[in-house]
């Protein structure tokens, strides 16, 4: 059974990258997991925003941070962080994924970029 309503602690991630941008040939800032379906998507600083797309379109309520060093769940609803379990592993992205990423496709100029 769930902790809470939006997080299914058995799903593992999607990937290490943001699902989108490895898609369409983008970057991201930091990533974000749907704590629901694993979806890992791009943070609002980010060009895409496709995290907080994926809570829009598909309904997941909640995210958590997929960075290292960071255990935060944001529920979108309620605009609160929160702390909440540990979900399938892994917990983050490669530790030699830079941030931003990937590093391949970071374009000169990349913070006149950010939201």
């Given amino acids: 059974m769930n902790a809470k309503p939006g997080i299914d602690?058995?799903?593992?991630?999607?990937?290490?990258g943001c699902v989108?941008?490895?898609?369409?040939?983008?970057?991201w800032l930091h990533l974000r997991r749907c704590a629901q379906c694993g979806h890992i998507g791009c943070c609002d600083n980010s060009p895409g925003q496709h995290a907080t797309a994926h809570?829009?379109?598909?309904?997941?309520p909640v995210i958590r941070s997929f960075e290292p060093g960071e255990d935060w769940f944001f529920n979108y609803p309620n605009s609160e962080f929160f702390t909440g379990p540990e979900l399938e592993p892994p917990a983050h992205h490669p530790l030699d994924q830079g941030v931003p990423g990937p590093?391949?496709?970071?374009?000169?100029?990349?913070?006149q970029q950010l939201h």
Wanted: proline share 13%; hydrophobic share 25%.
């Fill in 9 to 16: 602690v058995s799903i593992p991630p999607s990937g290490p």
């Fill in 20 to 27: 989108e941008c490895e898609s369409n040939g983008g970057w």
């Fill in 55 to 60: 809570a829009q379109t598909s309904g997941h």
């Fill in 103 to 111: 590093a391949s496709r970071v374009p000169a100029g990349w913070q």
